[in-house]
Nanobody, 118 residues
Framework: QVPLVESGGGLVQAGGSLRLSCAAS????????MGWYRQVPGKQRELVAA???????TYAESVKGRFTISRDNAKNTVYLQMNSVKPEDTAVYYC????????????WGEGTLVTVSS
């Protein structure tokens, strides 16, 4: 059973918007920092954004002011709102969960592909 399930990826034009969702079990969601990572072929997976249980957020410099991470405690779901997307945002986006702020968690989703056309 996959602990985290992403959805919402797809094809979007540069300058457009997309919202990714990550559904988790209640126990994983309520006890872990939730984050979004992305990876392109040939490169390491990189942190895009993370949100603590208390709602504290952090973002990669490349997405600050354009992306917003949020969590819905009633739905055990974390979102990544992507606005003003650029072709360089094209990647597979992965949801991640772990207990420690600033460290990659052990739980991963299978990823969702985001393609931004120019």
């Amino acid at each position: 059973q996959v602990p985290l399930v992403e959805s919402g990826g797809g094809l979007v034009q540069a300058g457009g918007s997309l919202r990714l969702s990550c559904a988790a079990s209640r126990i994983i969601f309520s006890t872990n920092v939730m984050g979004w990572y992305r990876q392109v072929p040939g490169k390491q997976r990189e942190l895009v954004a993370a949100i603590s249980i208390a709602g504290i957020t952090t973002y990669a410099e490349s997405v600050k002011g354009r992306f917003t991470i949020s969590r819905d405690n009633a739905k055990n779901t974390v979102y990544l709102q992507m606005n003003s997307v650029k072709p360089e945002d094209t990647a597979v986006y992965y949801c991640n969960a772990g207990p420690n702020w600033g460290r990659t968690g052990l739980y991963w989703g299978e990823g969702t592909l985001v393609t931004v056309s120019s």
